[in-house]
């Protein structure tokens, strides 16, 4: 009931609760009330705020204001943030991230950034995904720019190509050619592997258009990453038709790794096909031991049948 009267005739709805409502009841009311007061007069929300004790709607209550206060004005929610306890202010703040980067992006990108580390980061990762599903090519041109001064982690930019990867991938991936080669790579793991989430196949092309070295192989792992637990048997297939080298290698690690739990036999397997001598041991180590540990005696028949060196097979403790 109190939902409905707010909307229309919020002075009658609240003057109602003061007087005919008590207890619980009374405060869970008004904290309803100024969260839906909240979306067009803020400030009044945040007086009905003031009366409203810990628990009960409280924490709700304060994360719609602060939202919806900083998307109409940023500076009046922090400064009203800035009078509130420790715990209240953080938790705030934290809230204003989504509201704020819906409405003025930039500036909330920039507020951010000022923020102590940990809230810092994440803050920034709230506004980036948020700007970045809605306004892409302004959110990596930020984040270009203040990634290059090195004032960003790389989780930030991780969450912006996310975000942009399930809105448009293709063209998220005719983006990263602007970066540095390690930066690539950790772009090219990322789209990957999220685009995989929805469309593999399209992940798998855009992995192979890539020139060979290190940015290719992280693509393929980040395709392998997702199709190999989605659909292995077709993972598998395509893996096997990639010619030798570091991005098959990186492939094959992802799709042992990942088919480990549900088929141990064919992951190792795959581990024995790992060009790479250290990706080798340790799949080798972490596959051996769950099989083990699934199947006991007769996983060690299995394994001491395949073409396992004596250090792998005395790592696994099957002398």
Sequence with gaps: MIQKWIQTD??????????????????????LAGSIISKTDPPRAALLFENIPYGLGRDALLKDIASNWAAVDSKLAI????????VDRN?????MAEGWASSKPLEAAEFGSTLPSEQKLQFLEMVMSQWASEDPISAIAWIKESYELQSLPDSIMRRTY??????????????IKDFDEKTQALLADTLSSNWARSNPTGAAVFALSLPEGNVKAEAVGGVMAQ?????PMEASKWLASLEQGQAKNKGILEL????????PSSAMKWALELSNQEDREECIQRIGKIW??????????????????PSEIKQLGLE
Excluded at 11 to 31: P, T, V, Y
């Design 292 to 309: 083990i540990n699934q199947a006991g005696a007769e996983a060690v028949s299995e394994i001491k049948k395949m073409s396992l060196s």
């Design 91 to 95: 938790m705030g703040i934290m809230a």
């Design 79 to 86: 400064a009203w943030l800035n009078g509130l306890d420790s």
């Design 10 to 31: 919020p002075e009658a709805a609240l003057n109602w609760a003061n007087q005919s409502l008590s207890g619980k009841s009374k405060i869970e009311a008004l904290a």
């Design 227 to 231: 199709w190999s637990r989605s659909d």
């Design 256 to 263: 042992a790794l990942a088919i480990s739990g549900s088929d």
């Design 162 to 175: 996310e975000s942009w990867a399930l809105k448009d991938p293709q063209q998220a991936s005719n983006s």
